[in-house]
């Protein structure tokens, strides 16, 4: 393929606390290492329904799928899907969510918590977790160290062409104490010292990287709807292409065809949206 690349999503952290809390990806801003624009969430702002549109390329009135409620199979093409049709490797480490939109539904936990399915036409290399007995008390997060690492395994065992994760852990934080807080700070900050150490590993073997949410927050720890605290995340890019001006608001369903584009897969008619890196 054009080029390798991976998608990071940190779930549900607002703009305002991406470029107030995360030290390390603004110093490599600073630095001149790193992109970063506004990126701006569909309606509705709630994870699931963000998930569908960030891999499809088109809004939840067009793929179906209304919240976290209304998980299954999608029939779009998806950033996997093309992927492997372009003759890519694919990985996923994430939410259990990701496996049944983009390879089977239900979902198995013995089946599909861990698969290598070289034959795949979607992911061939999937690590999930499904969050069960998720509540205010007791996250049911995995440590997003223990993510990175197995992403990083997932690259070096099988070079991926594309991977991706996904980690709750700062939107069931921000749900329970909000992201305006003494513990929002700390685990922003823990977050980003954690993430760190992996970009320029993932960049010295050959990976351009993105880093995003899904959505945001607002004062009360609610999304899902309109506004920019619930709908308006960060999104720092590293890699060679150029970006648009700094102050474009990156749609999201410019994703897909923006990662489809640099990995030089074909990008469906379903696609309709413009790619943001050249």
Known sequence: MKNKLLLIILDGVPYRN???LFGNLEGWVDAGDA???????VLPSISASCYASIHTGVVPAEHGCTGNGNVFRLSHPDVFSQTRAAGGTTGAVAHSFWSEFFNRAPFDVVRDIEYDEPDSDTINHGRFHTMTGYGLV????????????????LCTRFDLDYGMLHTCTLDSMGHRFFHESQEMDHACFVMDEMLAPFIPRWRAMGYEVIVTADHGQDAR??????GDLQQDAALYYFGDADGPDADTIIDQVQLAPTILSRLGAPIPDTMKAKAFLT
């Open 221 to 226: 720890g609610h999304h899902g709807g309109r």
């Open 138 to 153: 007791n996250q049911m997060t995995p440590s997003d160290l223990d993510l990175f690492g197995t992403l990083t395994s």
């Open 18 to 20: 991406w470029r107030r």
């Open 35 to 41: 992109g970063v624009w506004r990126h701006r969430a």
